[in-house]
């Protein structure tokens, strides 16, 4: 009697829910609609003025015009004029800008970023403003100068600077990010070395140079160490790279396979994975490698341990103690463990800095002929409801929230071969995909600041 | 004799009973069987199966990332595209055809010269003495946010802001709005009860150097419950609004909040 019930249930409960979702979402569309987005900041950024005759000057400009015009449109918290619509005019100070003109149409901007670049004898120096273009008597609203040696990188830096203080002045008190890096795992020549770019690809460079077969790097909050596994003729160990020294320093090694580091935000522990008694648990050291203590204790693999970044008191991480790999999440003492995915193949949890949000990859569908693939949610940690953010690209895996909450790094591969993993970088809503690193370009992790 | 008394004292057996008991028995064993695993089926619960997830629901973003909401982008429109298009393709401009050399020329009509009737000269108006202005703003008069007080219809509905240092509205406009965008993005007001439409509640708080909002305190309460206590959290939740202009010199602010409840929808 019982099982018809259920049966009849199991058949209807999708279509119910997927009725009620429709109309939730319909509902949202509604309001939506009515609000027609006009939070987002419209901004304009004139091209910068040269103001010496220096033959040096032209190249530092472009890359600095480019650079600022990028770090904006990818801010993810304006809605920036084409240039195509700009005035002409390149107004350098405050004196030369037409504010009417770039309020008017077809610019329409209500904010308007601009200044001069000079170039001599060595020295770049940049004087930026920022306008308030709907207010005419008091329009100005940042005024800044930097000064940097004359090279195409300083003009970068000096464009992600300015770029920096213009998000953090009109995002609401959220420091940019365009001055942060990411750290990946690059493969070739049958090794994986960790590399280090810029938030925006640029500046791709190695770091460490072992020879081996390194994985999951994890920078430190204090961007001063990356710890990561690597794999030597001990197995997987942990492994400790100091950014301030420039080499390797010391971490104990132990025995079983030891992953996944990851930093507590108060930069004083690290836990990981490790399988020194048998099964693989969570472990929790000092960042010396000292005290291990263990703090999960249940069979099958516990792995990928991820800090609450925001109060450092929880942990969510990935455990196979039902079977497949599900997202949990406990109290950094190991108690109160609540699982939080309830089926699938769940990997590679990120919490956001504001500790209200997980991001995984999860195969919802996993098995055999399942349809659908690996793809990257984010889950809001109280209420367990979730949402996709990619979709029929092809394998996607490792996420990784930037310091600002409101982009989110990840590997994909197109075709499923993990050599052709590359780095692509998103918003936290899954608009504005576009790749960062080349084909060979894995598990990235964006620095804390 | 023997023989015959032992054949006669030997019942023939009957089987049959024996044979419809086992067969009885072996259906009853095996219906029992497959009643256990029609009852107790255990099929839906292996994981990765393609049953649908019944406790998670997939539901929208909530406000909590730190993203303005996104309107649909129409991608006809230049203006709104995410990726602007390239310019148009220049047309290229077409020289009108030579004449035809046995064309013969229309002739001309003569026009009549226009009669043009004397106006008398206007007699120059005597001056009157200048109106006085209204010191108040014409509606649509000012460009953006020019005074202290600015009401915005949002999604949650409308809010508006006044900072109480009316120069500070003035000089720093874009700093008003954003402290108004944050709190209206901040106001749930799914929680609010119907009756609460029509009421106000105003809201005081401060605004320190570094962007903190303290002193947060309900200035007049609505009447509605749900409507005080959704605004008073709207504001408890941010933790930092951004530091306070550089070219403003007090320590902090003094904002008045108050908050509208969306029209029914």
Known sequence: MQSPTRKLLRVCLPSLIFIASLQATAQDNVFTGTNSGATRIRIAVADFK??????????????????????????????IVSKSLAPQATPGSPSEIAIQQWAAAPASAAMVAFGNLSASSGRLVVNGFLFDANNQQ??????????????????????????????????????????????????????????????????????????????????????????????????????????????????????????SPAWSPNNREIAFSSS?????????????????????????????????????????????????????????????????????????????????????AWNRKYGPGAPG??????????????????????????????????????????????????????????????PLSATGGDMPNWSWK | MATS????????????????????????????????????????????????????IQATMVNAIPLPPRRPVNADNVLTSETPSPAPPTVKEKTAP??????????????????????????????QPMKPQPSKAQTGDAP?????????QTRAGTVSIGATDAAFGARFAYYVAQIKEKVANQWYTTMLDPAARGHRVYITFQIGRDGSPSQIRIQQPSGDATLDQTALRAVQHIDTFGPLPDGYNGSYINVVYYFDPPPAP
Not at chain 1, 198 to 205: C, E, K, M
Not at chain 1, 320 to 331: A, C, E, F, K, N
Not at chain 2, 144 to 152: E, L, N, Q, W, Y
């Open chain 1, 50 to 79: 040269p103001t010496s005759a220096d033959p040096s000057t032209a190249p530092l400009k472009a890359t600095f015009d480019a650079t600022l015009y990028a770090d904006l449109a990818n801010a993810g918290i304006f809605d």
């Open chain 1, 138 to 259: 008091y329009p100005q609203v940042l005024a800044k100068q930097y000064t940097d040696t004359s090279s195409d990188d300083a003009a970068r830096q000096t464009a992600h600077k300015f770029a920096d203080e213009i998000i953090f002045r009109l995002g609401g008190g959220i420091a940019g990010i365009a001055e942060t890096k990411i750290y990946y795992v690059h493969q070739g020549g049958g090794t994986k070395e960790i590399w280090q770019m810029d938030y925006d690809g640029a500046n791709q460079h190695a770091v460490t140079h072992l020879g081996a077969i390194s994985i999951s790097p994890r920078v430190s909050p204090d961007n001063s160490r990356i710890a990561f596994s690597s794999l030597d003729r001990n197995g997987f160990q942990i492994r400790m790279y100091s950014l301030l020294l420039g080499r390797m320093v010391n971490f104990p090694m132990a025995s079983g396979t030891n992953l």
């Open chain 1, 276 to 360: 020194r008694t048998g099964d693989p648990e969570i472990w929790i050291a000092d960042i010396n490698g000292t005290l291990a203590r263990r703090i999960t204790s249940s069979r099958g693999p516990d792995v990928s341990p991820v800090y609450n970044p925001k109060t450092g008191g929880q942990i969510a991480w990935i455990s196979g103690r039902t079977g497949l790999p599900q997202l949990y999440i406990m109290d950094a003492d190991g108690s109160g463990v609540t699982r939080m995915t309830d089926g699938g193949y769940a990997t590679s949890p990120s919490w956001s800095p504001n500790g209200q949000f997980l991001a995984f």
């Open chain 1, 373 to 434: 693939g690996q793809d990257i949610y984010v889950m809001e940690v109280a209420s367990k409801r979730w949402i996709q953010l990619t979709h029929d690209g092809g394998r996607c895996d490792f996420p990784t929230w930037s310091p600002d909450g409101r982009h989110i790094a990840y590997a994909n591969t197109t075709d499923g071969r993990d050599d052709h993993m590359r780095i692509w970088t998103m918003l936290a809503d899954g608009t504005q995909k576009h």
């Open chain 2, 5 to 56: 008394s032992l054949t006669r004292d030997v019942p023939t057996e009957n089987l049959r009973g024996n044979f419809l008991g086992a067969v009885l028995l072996h259906v009853l064993i095996a219906a029992a069987l497959l009643g256990y695993t029609f009852v107790f089926d255990h099929s839906g619960h292996s994981w990765g199966d393609s049953a649908a997830p019944s406790s998670t």
């Open chain 2, 98 to 127: 030579p004449p035809d050399p046995k064309a013969l020329a229309i002739p001309e009509k003569p026009t009549k010269p226009l009669k043009a009737a004397e106006r008398p000269t206007p007699a120059t108006a005597h001056p």
């Open chain 2, 144 to 152: 953006g946010v020019r005074i202290a007080m600015s009401a915005t």
